[in-house]
């Protein structure tokens, strides 16, 4: 049966005409207030940024008050060195965060001695790139030379090999209770050898390679290949003597550092220390650090060392911008897993993928490359 034509009529269709443009103009509106909330709110931020900028905040990179009383005369400034120790962004970022060797060396050059009364860097690092664990390593001992004053390294949980090689320049190596400090060393790989290849399929759903021989992969620790790496053949006892030498001289500048900074003769580097990790105690009794001392003792220690008094001191570390800020193009050279990543390659790194590298770094290297 048809339907009555008022349901038809013109009065209806103007009737659900309006009711569609008044829903549409109502969201529209809404999206609106939206927007404008959130403009609001960036100028706002905006103008906190300009604001705080003109006070009497020392300039440089944000921080925080972490110890101390806000309007305490002296200062400390921490920077923190925590995750896999890569070079800078274009090395990409790994799942367990990472601190950037070269930025951080970039913000300690831009510290002058009226900035601040002394450096601490907090660690709590397995190490990662020779290049980046050099490069704050560097920065460091500049920063000792520019402004006279000392540098206290703290450990908080653990500063392994590329991370003793960042901090050996230390004025003074403080490790916080239960930390583990050492493993001088090096690695490079990972090289892979898939044995009697019965079938590369390389499909979507059927990716990788199958063996009858079986898949091994192998790291050297210390071409005439041009196909050095290449997992369908034996590494030739050439290669590896051409890799151990120059995993032999960066072990050799390794060990010369760790021995110059504090004062351990290379020889009982190599022999009784090794690429072992240590407790606190242990590291005090190798030389591979001063005291143990908690984070509280620990500041306060840093302020002595500088020649301040700890009841009129404050440390001040550096921090990562908030999420309004990094909206408005703000940015912070030492963060974690996520800043500075590889467009298109989250959480993609040198030390998960490409060719092997030489690498100051502690433990299992894939878990550097998974959630923790």
């Not at 309006?18 to 109502?26: F, P, S």
């Not at 990790?277 to 009794?285: E, I, K, L, P, R």
């Not at 703000?330 to 590889?342: D, K, L, Q, R, T």
Request: hydrophobic share 40%; charged share 20%; proline share 6%.
């Amino acid at each position: 049966m048809p339907l009555p034509p008022r349901v038809w009529g013109p009065g209806y269709f103007r009737r659900g005409f309006a009711v569609g443009l008044g829903a549409a103009l109502g969201a529209g509106l809404a999206l609106g207030g939206v927007a404008l909330g959130l403009t609001v709110v960036m100028v706002l931020a905006l103008v906190g940024l300009t604001a705080g900028a003109d006070n009497s905040s020392p300039p440089g990179p944000p921080t925080e008050t972490v110890w101390g009383a806000a309007g305490a005369s002296a200062r400390l400034i921490a920077v923190p060195v925590t995750g896999v120790i890569l070079g800078g962004e274009s090395d990409g970022v790994t799942f367990g965060g990472a601190t950037y060797g070269y930025d951080v060396a970039d913000t300690i050059d831009a510290l002058e001695a009226e900035d601040a009364d002394g450096l601490i860097l907090e660690l709590n690092t397995p190490g990662g790139t020779i290049y980046g664990s050099r490069a704050i390593a560097d920065a460091v001992e500049r920063y000792q030379k520019r402004t006279g004053n000392q540098v206290m390294a703290h450990v908080q949980g653990m500063s392994a090999s590329g991370g003793v090689y960042a901090m050996a320049g230390a004025d003074q190596i403080v490790a916080d209770h239960g930390s583990l400090v050492g493993s001088i060393g090096v690695v490079m790989g990972p090289f892979q050898r898939f044995r009697d290849v019965t079938g590369i399929p390389g499909s979507l759903l059927e990716p990788g390679v199958t063996t009858d021989g079986g898949v091994t992969e192998e790291y050297l620790s210390r071409g005439r290949g041009k196909d050095l790496g290449n997992p369908y053949r034996d590494m030739t006892e050439e290669e590896r003597a051409v890799l151990g030498r120059g995993l032999d001289r960066e072990y050799e500048a390794f060990v010369g550092w760790v021995s110059q900074t504090r004062g351990i003769p290379p020889q009982t580097i190599v022999d009784e220390l090794g690429a072992f990790v240590f407790d606190g105690y242990t590291a005090v009794d190798r030389g591979l650090v001063d005291r143990v001392l908690g984070r509280e003792e620990a500041y306060r220690y840093a302020a002595e060392m500088n020649g301040v008094d700890p009841e009129d001191t404050r440390v001040d570390r550096m921090v990562a911008p908030g999420f309004v800020e990094s909206l408005l193009g703000a940015e912070w050279p030492v963060g974690p897993s996520g800043v500075g990543a590889v467009a298109g390659e989250p959480g993609r790194s040198v030390v998960c993928t490409g060719t092997p590298l030489v690498l100051a770094y502690h433990g299992e290297l894939a878990a550097a490359c998974t959630p923790r």
